[in-house]
């Protein structure tokens, strides 16, 4: 005989192009509650919340109900909502509302992505769900299905002159994270440089690259990280700049502070260096690209682009969306197209990567290897070393 | 366009634990939803409240993303329900196991094991509200831990008046 049943069903529904409505419902033995949840599919932000009790256990839960208004303005896709949302409507609210609200931002990112799916199917028809939420996908294609999710506002521009992405098996060079941060030397992260570069062995990157913020690595002590483990270690930093943070390689001066961008894109081409804009448009889904009313063509005017060689269309860091966006913006603008983790933990290392066209053996190699523009970023951990393990 | 308010996605999920012999709980999970089907379920021992078996099964995946490699599910074995048990789990199964979804729903069946007990324990609660008030405080007395642990034991409440928070936890 059971002796305890929970059930939980979430339904979802749109109410116009700016409003997918989850309502889901907890009901077992003990609780019985109910939350109704409004995002923004363009943004893919909690807009608003309600909740209320059917059933409870002590005098004051209905005290939780109000809690619940702290999960307005969390992303769905964020990789800490479970955490999040367990730690403040959870912890100061009820743990079991935080619960089903956990269960509606899962549900509404899977809608979202079968909406999406749905889009790109008008004109692919033969498109298999599978081959839709392929990463290797060409921009390009991916753009129209993200576009379900937009505004007709942000949707109305045509199209950039793209360039199509070389996929990594097109290459056969190395695939090397030319991203990552490890700590003490970047305070936000915290991953010792020693395990960092344990799990990049292990999940078979050929390369990392040690970009910590505003932090230059001596050459001895990355020469003395590749004896010991016997793996390349490269040196690069990620600079704050007044246009947003570049990933530079081939400076050998300790940038402090933020620089501007016009001077350090000076420095670098005396260096024969490189530059990347990382993660350009981190954050910018928060504000909604209807609000900004942001086309690729117009992001592709913003100065950054004009200092840098490089752009990071593949940033552990920032959600699809603006991923992709970044892509449509580098592709147009022909610049060179990079993938990195930007781990600050150490199993993210390797998330993300770039698949170069020829051997690296130092910074300089790299950059060479980068100028030819002949690279292909990857999401490295799912579709190479998770691909590799199966087989 | 489809028309408004038809369902876009659903899910359904269910969770039941049973005791099918004195010494042991078996919390299943089922999960039914646009993309995935799939089903764990998990034998635990009494009165340790160790997982003594693991099974996953995966119905449907549209995703594709939770194939081979699953009986690393079985690592959950000897885990023991209890604070922290979550991130044991996720340890002890490893960040690279491809099915979030089917150490979820391990977790679930956890939880529901715990919901089990704690249906037991609301039976002697009092109806009378301040009866029940006082059950609670008393509750909270016994195992400080739970103080603002939720709204209803949160420094401010009714049931918390007049108890000492534990050092270390400032009242916000």
């Not at chain 1, 769905?76 to 509302?97: K, M, N, S, W």
């Not at chain 1, 950039?160 to 003490?184: N, W, Y």
């Not at chain 1, 804009?277 to 504000?287: E, Q, S, V």
């Not at chain 2, 199964?93 to 979030?100: A, I, K, L, N, Y």
Request: overall charge negative; glycine content about 10%; charged content about 30%.
């Amino acid at each position: 005989m059971l002796g305890f049943q929970r059930n939980k069903r979430v339904g979802i529904w749109t109410e116009g192009p700016h409003r997918l409505v989850a309502h889901g419902i907890l009901d077992d033995d003990i609780y019985g509650l109910e939350v109704r949840m409004v995002v923004d599919p363009a943004t893919r932000e909690v807009r608003s919340v309600e909740g209320w009790w059917n059933r409870w256990t002590t005098p004051d839960c209905p005290l939780a109900a109000e809690r619940l208004q702290d999960a307005v303005g969390v992303t769905i896709d964020d990789e800490d909502l479970a955490r999040r949302l367990q730690r403040t409507v959870g912890r100061r609210g009820c743990r079991h509302f935080a619960n089903i609200l956990i269960e509606c931002c899962h549900s509404a990112r899977e809608a979202i992505d079968l909406l999406r799916y749905e889009k790109a199917r008008e004109s692919a028809p033969g498109l298999t769900f599978r081959g839709f939420l392929d990463p290797s996908r060409p921009p390009e294609s991916a753009g129209g299905a993200a576009e379900a999710a937009r505004p007709p506002a942000a949707t109305e521009a045509s199209g950039p002159h793209r360039t199509a992405a070389l996929r990594p098996e097109d290459l056969t060079g190395p695939f090397i994270d030319l991203h990552v941060h490890t700590s003490p030397a970047s305070p936000c992260s915290s991953a010792p440089v020693d395990d960092l570069i344990r799990e990049a062995v292990r999940i078979g990157l050929d390369g990392i690259c040690l970009t910590d913020h505003n932090h230059l690595w001596s050459p001895e002590d990355v020469e003395a990280l590749k004896q010991k483990h016997g793996f390349l270690v490269l040196r690069g930093n990620e600079i704050i700049t007044d246009q947003g943070d570049v990933v530079v390689f081939g400076l050998e001066r300790d940038v402090r502070g933020i620089a501007r961008l016009e001077d350090l894109r000076e420095e670098v081409v005396r260096a024969g260096g490189f530059m990347i804009a990382a993660h350009p448009f981190r954050g910018f889904l928060t504000f909604g690209v209807d609000k900004l009313g942001l086309t690729p063509e117009k992001a592709m005017e913003r100065k950054i682009f004009q200092y840098v060689d490089g752009v990071e269309i593949l940033n552990g860091k920032v959600n699809a969306e603006e991923n992709r966006f970044a892509g449509e913006v580098a592709g147009g603008l022909g610049r060179v197209l990079t993938g990195g983790s930007d781990a600050h933990e150490v199993e993210e290392v390797g998330q993300y990567a770039t698949r170069l066209a020829s051997p690296v053996r130092n910074e300089q190699d790299l950059i060479e290897a980068l100028k030819t523009g002949r690279t292909a970023p990857v999401a490295f951990r799912r579709e190479v070393s998770d691909a590799r393990a199966e087989a | 366009m489809p028309m408004p308010h038809l369902l876009r996605y659903s899910r359904n999920r269910t969770t039941s634990v049973e005791q099918p012999t004195p010494g042991t709980l078996r919390a299943a999970c089922r999960l039914q939803d646009n993309l995935m089907e799939a089903e764990v379920e998990i034998t635990v021992g009494l009165p340790d409240l160790d997982i003594t078996a693991v099974e996953g099964r995966i119905l449907r995946d549209e995703r594709g993303v939770c194939r081979g490699g699953l009986e690393a599910l079985e690592n959950a074995v000897g885990v023991r329900i209890g604070p922290g048990m979550a991130k044991i789990i996720k340890g002890l199964v490893g960040e690279d196991f491809p099915c979030r979804q089917l150490v979820f729903m391990v977790e679930e069946c956890c939880h529901g094991v715990i919901l089990y007990f704690t249906k037991d324990e609301l039976q002697a609660v009092p109806d009378d509200p301040d009866e029940a008030r006082e059950h609670f405080a008393r509750l909270i007395r016994k195992n400080i831990r739970l103080y603002n642990r939720c709204a209803a034991f949160a420094p401010g409440s009714s049931i918390t008046e007049g108890i000492e928070p534990p050092s270390g936890d400032t009242p916000s």
